[in-house]
């Protein structure tokens, strides 16, 4: 059986777990960044600064990083299966990498707080947390709507 038949017959199944883990992903790319203004709030001192250390360590660690590789691995399988004929498609991949951009842009201020070299504002924090909301709304309009 060739991989592509394979994933055929599982293309619900891969559905739904690509929908369940960008649900995960999404949450940590919402709450990440509110973490970050927290922790701005808080300062680079204390229990409250240790405490977000480790809140966003985890968070990211053991929610974000393994919901996105399997968010990639699902949609790669998908897309193994339907092909990358649709523009619509080509539209939703480029919101995905920028999306997968703005992840490890998000690792790099958690890698800061953590060294405690952090130098952005609260209010940096709190407009890039919209970043990941407008980039699921061009997603979900390509999914959903297929405009192209």
């Known amino acids: 059986m060739v991989l592509a038949d394979f ?11 690509h929908v369940m ?4 992903w999404m949450a940590g790319l919402f709450y990440l960044p509110r973490l970050f ?18 809140m966003e360590y985890k968070l990211y660690r053991y929610i974000m990083v393994p919901a996105m590789y399997a968010s990639w691995a699902a949609g790669l399988s998908m897309i193994a299966v339907l092909g990358l004929s649709d523009i619509w498609l080509h539209v939703k991949l480029t919101m995905v990498i920028a999306l997968t951009g703005f992840h490890f842009l998000l ?6 707080f953590r060294d405690g070299s952090n130098r952005r504002a609260e209010k940096y924090f709190r407009m ?8 699921m709304v061009v997603i979900v309009i390509m999914v959903i709507v297929k405009p192209f």
């Open 107 to 112: 690792a790099h201020h958690k890698n800061q």
């Open 37 to 54: 203004v927290y922790h701005c709030i808080a300062g680079q001192e204390g229990k409250t600064h240790e405490l977000l250390k480790v």
């Open 21 to 24: 883990a960008v649900i995960a």
């Open 7 to 17: 994933l055929s017959e599982w293309y619900v199944w891969i559905k739904a777990f």
């Open 128 to 135: 890039i947390n919209e970043i990941p909301t407008l980039l």
